[in-house]
């Protein structure tokens, strides 16, 4: 399967498709991967269409902690080394955090969109969950203005730095 085909199956696709009712056969052969700082690539050549991976992104399927590119006739694998999405920009209104996505994605800090933190290369990363399971991570910049921000307000809870949201406490890291 051809990034082509790929394409022409999703012709006239709205922003986020009911993906999660599609059950297309599995297509293995083609190499789909987004490394740690958000870069798409196939078949080990980098994607560099921006309209091309804002189209791939919104037929992502999380399954089992395994990423899929799933259109109404295939279902393609994704190796993501971290998370798909990339938080590049937040902005805090009347206790709502709006974060914004490399990937032309805006969305609220809330129950169902809340943050985790992993232990990634001896680290705590926080990841936050983007829409339908799927997760992102925060560019150095954007991460350490929300640092500031929690240390400047003392979010900090049991040795957690937190960004509160929509009345929950969003961890953010771990005070050294």
């Known amino acids: ?18 993906v999660e009712l599609w059950n297309p056969e599995l297509c293995e052969g083609q190499e789909f991967f987004i490394n740690r700082e958000g870069d798409w690539f196939h078949n080990e050549s980098p994607i560099k269409n921006k309209k091309l991976i804002n189209l791939f992104s919104t037929v992502l399927r999380k399954d089992n902690n395994e990423y899929f590119l799933v259109t109404p006739v295939e279902k393609v ?18 206790k709502k955090v709006e974060l914004t996505t490399n990937l032309n994605f805006k969305f609220y800090l809330n129950k169902n969109n809340s943050t985790r933190l992993i232990n990634y290369n001896d680290s705590y990363i926080p990841l936050v969950n983007v829409r339908s ?11 350490y203005k929300l640092v500031d ?19 929950i406490n969003h961890i953010i890291g771990k005070v050294a």
């Open 1 to 18: 399967m051809s990034i082509s085909k790929i394409t022409k199956n999703l012709e006239g696709v709205t922003k986020f498709p009911p």
């Open 77 to 94: 694998p994704v190796k993501v080394e971290l998370a798909p999405y990339k938080i590049i920009d937040f902005q805090i209104s009347e």
């Open 133 to 143: 399971n799927i997760e992102g991570f925060f560019n150095r910049n954007t991460y």
């Open 149 to 167: 921000l929690a240390l400047e307000n003392n979010f900090i809870e049991d040795e957690y730095l937190y960004i509160p949201g929509d009345e």
